[in-house]
């Protein structure tokens, strides 16, 4: 059970609309609101599900009329001066929340079940979410206003969540009143006190500190070490409090704390198994909402007394998050314990090791913080979950081509027996796995087959799709490469083929795959390799490189106007390109990419683009490039893609697959996007799309909303022309275009209404 004081998240005035409530309710992640009036007495409660109940009979659906009107008024409640131990009863499966309410209705609090997850700030910290950094500062400013905000910009930079800061009353906290002149004190607390009375900041100086951390976007926070320290950090309006070490065994104070209301974060140092257990349920039968850090309060702590496995006696005992605020030397321990589950991470944060002061010795400098986090934002990614192992998208370009395929090593006409002497065993791995060998023999062969020949699923009697005609609003047809365009290039009714160029291509004598004159367009897809491990990079800072790159586009150029000899229908062919700006190890900083596109747009101009067109390719943020993934950082963001078509006349090819995984990872809408993009999209590469990195999927095989886009699609970029670009759609024949053609004709076709 937990008491929520922090209600502002929850709550929705009656006369606000329906449409902030489910703004509201969505932005919570906790499937409810909680309803007042301006005066803050109880009106009701609005669940997913009450909203569910009423939109099924609402007629018209109206989202701007008052939430007032469609609330749950028959909820459970219960009274601040009901004991805690009967409301906490009323939580059950079902019922996962009560509004606490005093005697005149008014919303005091929230009583939940503890979950295991809480907020801090606008992070919400446990299993599922990133772990949160802690920069200890504490007094390692040294007294210093200005190295204070230093510290907390270097804070930023280095990738922390939180800057945190310590706050003593010594005339409260220490039996000598603080005085630091006191003989009668051992070496010890001499040496403390005496750099506590030099090295605090005033009162006055910590809150425009802590106002500095809000306007860097850090959320401040600080530990206080007394009652009259807390009383003036409450009079600041802090979010959270970190209960040190040395308060994890003082109930009083821990009561205290737990008055307000406020997120606790609760390092155990020095304290025993039993002492541990007490204070745990001192917290949770007051239903505070807490987070305990283990902790080894050694100054620097031996690897050997570290036990970081302790995480887990306190994540099983506090059913809260856990993490490890760290004393020893190094980044690995830390990167260690995130690895084992540590929600929190808590490390001392300094600018200069031999700086006066004992914290400074165990503290990380700005570059070793960023170090630490860059690791365990690593290994967070890493960990994944214990489902059922899928392929990745780049395992499946390898196993494409590294991995092995039952194949023909003999001729057999349609009704023959397959028999396991005539199957061999060969790479690439295009076609059915060798472990598919026995469902083949003695089967019936479906087509003629010869040596050489791949297996697919469709010769085990699967699913099987063929070309037609297919009727659609704009122009559309298929990928093609030059070996595969009489085999698969006339089979339809196509108004283009798209070339889908090798770097070999760009040696091929074109004669030797076009015999006769084409009655349709075409485009250019550049190759994403080039001779010599080349991948084209416009915008490259290596002179050289983007020099290589602009040749090689080149000779591209060349040979789409050589195709237009062709092509009779084809005035201006288009072709599409990755323009580059990938990066290998993170994200490019946004203030280098202006400069990068005008270098796109500056190597361009020195191509002769008489009578074709380039048309750059929008991207994921995570490409992937022959089995492994890059940064990829143009042609991502919606507003610098629009930026750049107004600025140096561009039209581009809107990639659905790439854009919606764009959107999926920077959390923007998809049809903001089209509505955004789509005007100035010449081409479209359709398929379906899934998490950060899916791309090329079947139609249907991943997240995006059809309907939706089919709509969006008319509206914003109702003449572009398109093609289906699954990954290995070309396989079997061309089975999966067709496939996707197939399926696209609900949602693009002529005669269908959108």
């Given at each position: 059970m937990i008491i929520d004081s922090n209600i502002l998240p929850y709550t929705v005035i009656d006369e606000d609309s329906i449409r902030h409530a489910l703004q509201k309710i969505d932005a919570g992640k906790d499937g409810m609101v909680v309803c007042t009036d301006f005066n803050g007495i109880f009106q009701g409660v609005l669940t997913d599900g009450d909203f569910r109940r009423w939109a099924l009979h609402a007629s018209p659906l109206d989202l701007d009329q008052p939430v007032g009107r469609i609330l749950n008024q028959n909820c459970i409640t219960a009274s601040v001066d009901d004991p805690i131990e009967k409301t906490a009863m009323q939580l059950n499966s079902e019922i996962a929340f009560v509004p606490l309410l005093d005697r005149q209705r008014r919303l005091v609090s929230l009583v939940r079940n503890r979950t295991g997850k809480m907020k801090l700030g606008s992070h919400v910290v446990g299993q599922g979410h990133p772990c949160f950094f802690i920069a200890e500062i504490g007094n390692n400013h040294n007294g210093s206003f200005e190295l204070a905000c230093q510290l907390v910009d270097l804070a930023v930079e280095s990738g922390a969540d939180c800057a945190k800061f310590q706050l003593r009353d010594l005339d409260a906290l220490y039996v000598n009143k603080g005085d630091a002149n006191d003989v009668s004190e051992d070496l010890g607390s001499q040496y403390t006190l005496d750099l506590l009375d030099r090295f605090q900041l005033s009162k006055d100086q910590l809150f425009k500190v802590f106002d500095y951390c809000k306007s860097r976007k850090i959320m401040p926070m600080c530990t206080p070490w007394d009652a009259p320290s807390l009383e003036v950090l409450e009079s600041y309006g802090m979010e959270a409090y970190k209960v040190a070490s040395a308060d994890f065994t003082n109930h009083d104070f821990l009561r205290k704390l737990m008055e307000i209301g406020k997120p606790l974060i609760c390092s155990t140092g020095m304290a025993t198994d039993d002492e541990i257990s007490e204070s745990i349920s001192l917290l949770k039968n007051s239903g505070a909402q807490f987070a305990l850090l283990h902790c080894n309060s050694t100054y620097p702590a031996p690897f050997k007394d570290v036990n970081i496995k302790y995480m887990e006696v306190l994540r099983e005992q506090g059913v809260c998050p856990v993490g490890y605020s760290s004393h020893e030397r190094g980044i690995n321990i830390v990167v260690a314990a995130v690895g084992m589950g540590a929600n929190i991470i808590e490390k001392h944060f300094t600018i200069d090791r031999d700086m006066e002061g004992n914290d400074h010795r165990v503290s990380l400098l700005p570059l070793e913080f960023a170090a630490m986090v860059e690791g365990a934002r690593q290994v967070e990614k890493a960990i994944g979950n214990s489902r059922r192992r899928e392929v990745s998208q780049g395992e499946l370009i390898?196993?494409?081509?590294?991995?092995?395929?039952?194949?023909?090593?003999?001729?057999?006409?349609?009704?023959?027996?397959?028999?396991?002497?005539?199957?061999?065993?060969?790479?690439?791995?295009?076609?059915?796995?060798?472990?598919?060998?026995?469902?083949?023999?003695?089967?019936?062969?479906?087509?003629?087959?010869?040596?050489?020949?791949?297996?697919?699923?469709?010769?085990?009697?699967?699913?099987?799709?063929?070309?037609?005609?297919?009727?659609?609003?704009?122009?559309?047809?298929?990928?093609?490469?030059?070996?595969?365009?009489?085999?698969?290039?006339?089979?339809?009714?196509?108004?283009?083929?798209?070339?889908?160029?090798?770097?070999h291509d760009l040696e091929e004598k074109i004669e030797n795959h076009l015999t006769k004159k084409m009655g349709m367009d075409f485009l250019v897809h550049a190759p994403e390799l080039f001779q010599g491990d080349h991948i084209l990079d416009l915008c490259s800072f290596d002179q050289d490189y983007r020099r290589c790159s602009i040749e090689n586009l080149r000779k591209v150029v060349d040979v789409t106007v050589q195709l237009k000899e062709w092509f009779v229908k084809s005035e201006r062919p288009g072709i599409i390109v990755n323009v580059g700006g990938f990066t290998m190890d993170k994200p490019m900083e946004y203030s280098k990419r202006a400069s990068c596109y005008k270098m796109v747009a500056e190597a361009l101009k020195e191509l002769d683009l008489e009578g074709v067109e380039i048309l750059p390719q929008t991207m994921p943020p995570f490409p992937w490039h022959f089995g492994g993934q890059r940064f990829h950082n143009l042609f991502v963001d919606p507003n610098e893609i629009v930026e750049f078509c107004q600025k140096y006349e561009f039209r581009i090819c809107l990639d659905i697959s790439h854009s919606k995984l764009a959107c999926n990872y920077y959390n923007w809408s998809f049809e903001k996007f089209v509505e955004q993009v789509g005007p100035y999209a010449a081409h479209l590469h359709i398929a379906d799309a899934k998490g950060h990195d899916g791309e090329g999927l079947q139609i249907g095989e991943g997240e995006l909303d059809w309907v939706a886009f089919g709509r969006s699609l008319k509206k914003y970029a109702g003449k572009a022309s398109f093609i289906p670009e699954i990954w290995q759609g070309h396989k079997d024949k061309g089975a999966g275009f067709w496939k996707a053609l197939e399926l696209l004709e609900s949602y693009l076709c002529k005669q269908k209404s959108i």
């Open positions: 390898n196993r494409e081509t590294l991995a092995k395929s039952l194949c023909m090593n003999t001729s057999l006409e349609p009704g023959e027996i397959i028999e396991a002497h005539m199957l061999d065993i060969r790479s690439p791995g295009k076609g059915l796995q060798p472990n598919r060998k026995p469902d083949l023999v003695g089967r019936r062969a479906l087509r003629a087959l010869m040596p050489g020949d791949l297996l697919f699923p469709s010769d085990l009697g699967g699913e099987t799709h063929g070309p037609r005609e297919y009727n659609f609003v704009q122009p559309f047809g298929i990928p093609v490469r030059y070996h595969d365009l009489n085999v698969l290039g006339t089979l339809s009714n196509f108004d283009l083929l798209e070339f889908h160029l090798s770097y």
